[in-house]
């Protein structure tokens, strides 16, 4: 008796000794979404290579991820790794010391420029994030209510709304857009940036707007909140007061068409209602167009804290996220966020194909605001979503608003000062 | 000698029951706050350094458009806040206790009832609210439909417009928070003698004519505590804000109070870094608020009707 | 003068009534936790049927998170945090009510700072602090910080109910030479009621706070049920039966453990009436 107890505390100890002895790395994220992915798949396929890492997935709430990662960063208690948010906030951390430059981790050479630049000082020389996905903008529409009532999608802009207005007329009870501005963001990401590279010519548009030689009063980017204006009409009853997840609940039970949505937003879809069929149609073209444009926006990538004492356990992590093994895992697990490398991943779910193939025919470019506009306050994209959802209440008029978000924004974008004056601003 | 023998003794009692409550209140309080409160006082002169900029940081939130307005607007929101809690929540919270003094049957039951809200987190509350007058969901559309006011823009987006979601949200706090004055008044009328309401009653004054003849001139220093605990909650709310209109207190800040407006300045908010610096002056902008109510308390109302004994 | 019976009626509606507009909500999402997903957003007003009873919500919860265990570090927490309170708190209001001394003003006021800044601006120093003391993941953490922030509304509040006590109880102890340790015990049942409203109300932050857990105590170990329950408000999913599980399961030991104070409060109150 005595004897077989002795064995189990000897087990006992020796289970708990192999694993102090094994490396432990913490991952820093918002997506808790992803909390049974990661535990249940990603994790495992990691540990089959790197049996002796164990590795915890922590994430926090999104809304409270910047503020919470800062509190730990600066007392020294944050994981090992740490996700990325795209361009300003990320480079914050970089500059701050609390990311580690990632140039020589082996696989790194597995992206393009364009997929690291979201991670990358300005000069492209150094990169503090391994690029994980990007999410692409577009429209998804339910199939049986389009075969029901005979609609096909719309290919350009005339079209689109000629579609809405006569789904206003044969469905009264059903949204046409199944979209609300409650939570704002929704009105300035699935919205403005979602239709905007068409009217303001992609990465072209978005470089001049840089240079200051556009404005957010001028030419293509005026357009945009003109057209979005168009939106309001068709959007559910009571849109003012409804949050994006209550408008996704709407979309997947059949309540409206059509539903401007990211391309995160099929996996969410697929597992709220698995019965729901959708389709899927790109951003449609204006007037005249000959080219067409697409937001492929990476937004998600994962660091190395500077103060992780685990760092060539994490870095033999982050090299694995570089390999085919992980993007096919990750971008198949979550339909809807793109693998970032360079060579061709397999994506099996058919709607998130359909975005994909977008890729081929449409020129892509990430949401304009990110870069640079959103390093001061006050900063484009949070007055972007200011201004999209009021254009969308009927609180602002579009012209109106691209003027305040002009005034605001060149009262400290140096290239954009010029406007200022000639906008009259702060008369 | 013999003078030093009549010298009152050390009071260490008082050390003793101080000092525990003191200790922990300074080292987990006062030293973070202070040590934060300072960040108000310096700016980020680039490069990791900081200089010293003395009340720079408070002429600019004040003076500054870009900080003045925003911040002017947060405190005149925070203001009607706190007059829908005086007018609607106190008032209601002292009607609850008069009744419950009463000894109607089954009181306990009313006070477990109305208390259990407080009990509940905002994260609960403000989602249990958001889905009742969501439009999406099966509930305040049909009802709104049934009175006649399907119609009405305002009603069918509650929350989503700027004239009606600070006024709802205001009320929905006040559903929730209306257990706790009401507590501190009933704790307070029970102790006011029976025989004194008895005696008036016999006079045959009517209950309403008890109730503020006799009980509420008793109970006056609890009411002043309740105001001044209002105020002081008030003007440092948060959460049921946060959780039912996010950090950007939307619709176009509409609901941004005090405690929204320095989480976001503070820690920033999605894409924008938090600003410790302009953070820790509206939070010390927030202190002198709180402070000049409390004191205004100490020395106008409690002088004056502190000294009530019974 | 009006029937008795008829003003007791007209009590009881005001009260009924109030009390029904309280318990809608609450009710309203405790049934729909029970519900499955599309029954929730079609009909959420009916309980469940034998058709919409779904228990996907809870499952969800115990699969993936360790609940009886956040549950018990959450009733640790609080427990803990509120004795502290309680007790720390009527040393000092006794003090402040009982004895005058120079720094009687100062100290008041001193020890009311804290309740008039946001409680996170001090985040970062407090977590600095307790990662040089080794405090971070542990319970003892949350406890010292929710010590600290209910203290100040507990000694303000006891304190105002100690100097509402006659003088005369007080001062035929002290004649019969009792010490003034002794004198506070005498004293303390007497604010009995206030002592249970400082606990409930103090109870409130405590037990559904979500920032400090978050930043102290994050670890699995650790974590407290508001917090566990958090996980499940995600980016882009929100699985509501989940969160309708979790939310109803975070408020039930809130309102037993309050149950469990406010018979401590009936007692107080009546025996105060009773004097």
Redesign the interface.
Not at chain 3, 109 to 125: E, K, N, S
Not at chain 3, 229 to 238: E, M, R, S, Y
């Given at each position: 008796m005595w004897k077989r107890m002795g064995i189990v505390l000897l087990a006992v100890a020796l289970l708990t000794a192999g694993m102090a002895s094994a490396e432990r790395l913490v991952i820093e994220s918002w997506r808790n979404d992803d909390l049974k992915l990661w535990r249940d798949v990603i994790i495992p396929a990691f540990n089959k290579h790197y049996p002796d890492i164990q590795v915890v997935f922590a994430p926090t709430a999104p809304a409270e991820y910047n503020a919470v990662l800062d509190s730990k960063l600066q007392a020294g208690t944050a994981g090992d790794l740490i996700t990325c948010r795209p361009f300003g906030k990320s480079f914050e951390l970089y500059q701050k010391g609390y990311l580690v430059p990632l140039n020589d981790l082996p696989g790194m050479e597995h992206y393009t420029a364009f997929a690291k630049s979201a991670w990358s000082t300005e000069d492209g020389r150094v990169t503090y994030c391994v690029p994980m996905a990007s999410v692409i903008h577009g429209f998804l529409y339910n199939r049986d209510l389009f075969e029901k009532y005979g609609f096909a999608p719309p290919k350009t802009e005339e079209e689109f709304f000629a579609l809405l207005d006569a789904m206003k007329k044969k469905a009264p009870r059903l949204a046409p857009l199944v979209m609300g501005t409650k939570d704002q963001w929704e009105s300035a990401t699935m919205g403005w940036h979602n239709i905007g590279p068409n009217y303001y010519g992609g990465e072209a548009g978005r470089k001049a707007f840089l240079a200051g030689k556009e404005g957010f009063h001028t030419d293509g980017f005026l357009t945009t909140y003109r057209v979005l204006a168009r939106w309001a009409p068709y959007l559910p009853r009571g849109y003012k007061a409804i949050a994006y997840p209550d408008a996704q609940q709407m979309f997947v039970q059949g309540r409206g068409f059509i539903y401007p949505a990211g391309s995160w937003d099929i996996g969410v879809f697929h597992q709220m209602n698995p019965k729901l069929r959708m389709g899927a149609f790109p951003p449609p073209a204006p007037a005249g167009a000959s080219k067409r444009y697409i937001s492929d926006h990476p937004d998600i990538a994962m660091g190395l804290n500077a103060a992780s004492p685990h760092k060539e356990a994490a870095k033999k992590f982050l090299s694995w996220l570089t390999t085919k093994e992980f993007a096919e895992l990750y971008g198949n697990a979550l339909s809807g966020f793109f693998p970032l490398h360079n060579f061709p991943v397999q994506i099996k779910d058919p709607v998130a194909q359909t975005f994909l193939s977008w890729r081929k025919t449409h020129e892509g470019t990430f949401r304009m605001t990110y870069y640079k506009l959103s390093d001061r306050k006050p900063d484009a994209e949070t007055d972007l979503w200011t201004a999209s959802s009021s254009i969308l209440n009927g609180t602002m008029k579009p012209d109106e608003a691209a003027r305040w978000m002009e005034c605001r924004l060149s009262s400290w974008y140096a290239p954009h000062r010029h406007f200022h004056q000639e906008l009259g601003c702060g008369q | 000698m013999e003078h030093a023998m009549k010298r009152k003794p050390f009071p260490w009692h008082l050390v003793v029951f101080l000092a525990p409550a003191v200790l922990v209140y300074t080292v987990f309080m006062i030293y973070p706050m202070v040590a934060s409160l300072t960040f108000s006082l310096f700016q980020d002169a680039g490069n990791g350094r900081q200089v010293f900029v003395g009340l720079g940081n408070y002429v600019r939130l004040l003076t500054d458009p870009l900080w003045r307005d925003p911040f002017w607007n947060a405190f005149r929101n925070n203001l009607i806040f706190f007059a829908v809690h005086m007018t609607v929540q106190n008032p209601v919270a002292l009607l609850l206790a008069a009744l419950l003094v009463t000894r109607v049957r089954g009181a306990w039951i009313y006070r477990t009832v109305i208390f259990t809200p407080a009990i509940l987190s905002a994260v609960l509350i403000g989602f249990a609210w958001k889905l009742i007058l969501s439009p999406t969901w099966g509930i305040w559309l049909p009802l709104l439909d049934r009175l006649g006011l399907g119609d009405n823009e305002v009603a069918v987006a509650l929350l989503g417009n700027p004239s009606s979601a600070l006024l709802t949200l205001s009320l929905i706090s006040v559903w929730q928070n209306v257990g706790i004055p009401m507590m501190l008044f009933l704790a307070a009328l029970i102790r006011v003698p029976r025989e004194l309401v008895e005696a008036a009653q016999v006079d045959g004054a009517t209950g309403w004519r008890v109730f503020w003849n006799v009980q509420f001139p008793l109970i006056l220093p609890t009411v002043g505590i309740v105001a001044i605990l209002t105020f002081i909650g008030n003007f440092n709310a948060f959460d049921l804000i946060y959780a039912t209109q996010g950090a950007l207190a939307g619709p176009n800040f509409a609901t941004d109070i005090l405690g929204t407006f320095f989480f976001r300045t503070f820690f920033g908010f999605q894409l924008r870094p938090g600003d410790p610096h302009m953070g820790a002056t509206v939070a010390g902008v927030m202190l002198l608020i709180i402070l000049t109510g409390v004191l205004l308390y100490l020395y106008g109302w409690q002088r004056r009707v502190g000294e009530v004994q019974y | 003068?009006?029937p008795r019976w008829l003003?007791?009626l007209a009590?009881?509606a005001?009260?009924?009534g109030?009390?029904l507009?309280?318990?809608f909500?609450?009710v309203?999402?405790f049934q729909n936790s029970f519900k499955d997903?599309?029954a929730i957003?079609?009909?959420?007003?009916r309980p469940p049927t034998p058709e919409t009873f779904s228990l996907e919500g809870y499952r969800t919860l115990f699969e993936?998170a360790n609940f009886p265990r956040y549950f018990l570090n959450s009733l640790t927490v609080t427990v803990a945090s509120l004795f502290?309170i309680v007790f720390?708190?009527a040393?000092?209001g006794?003090?402040?009510a009982e004895?005058r001394?120079r720094l009687n003003t100062f100290?008041s006021?001193?020890?009311?700072?804290?309740?008039?800044?946001?409680?996170?601006?001090?985040?970062?120093?407090?977590?600095?602090?307790?990662?040089a003391w080794h405090m971070?993941n542990t319970l003892t953490a949350l406890v010292?910080?929710y010590?600290?922030?209910g203290?100040?509304?507990s000694?303000?509040?006891l304190s105002?109910f100690f100097?509402?006590l006659?003088p005369d109880f007080k001062d035929a102890a002290r004649v019969d030479g009792a010490?003034?340790?002794r004198v506070?015990w005498m004293v303390l049942p007497l604010v009995r009621?206030?002592l249970g409203?400082v606990a409930?109300?103090s109870?409130?932050p405590i037990?559904?706070d979500?920032w400090f857990p978050?930043?102290l105590a994050?670890?699995d170990r650790t974590k407290t049920i508001?917090l566990g329950?958090?996980?499940?408000?995600?980016?882009?999913?929100?699985d509501?039966q989940a969160?309708l599980a979790a939310?109803s399961l975070?408020?039930i030991p809130?309102?037993l453990?309050?149950?469990v104070f406010?018979k401590q409060?009936?007692r107080g109150?009546t025996a105060?009436?009773v004097?």
């Open positions: - | - | 003068m009006r003003s007791g009590a009881h005001v009260l009924l109030y009390s507009l309280v318990l909500p609450i309203l999402v997903q599309m957003f079609a009909e959420p007003l993936v502290l720390l708190g040393m000092a006794f003090a402040l004895y001394f100290l006021l001193y020890l009311a700072l804290g309740i008039m800044v946001p409680i996170r601006l001090g985040t970062v120093g407090l977590l600095r602090l307790m990662a971070v010292l910080v010590t600290a922030m203290l100040p509304l000694i303000f509040v105002r100097a509402q006659p010490s003034e340790y506070f009621p206030a409203t409930a109300i109870m409130i037990w559904n979500l978050l930043i994050p670890s508001v329950a958090q996980v499940f408000l995600g980016q882009f999913l929100n509501w969160v939310l975070a408020m809130a309102v453990l309050y149950l406010s409060l009936i109150l105060g009436a004097k």
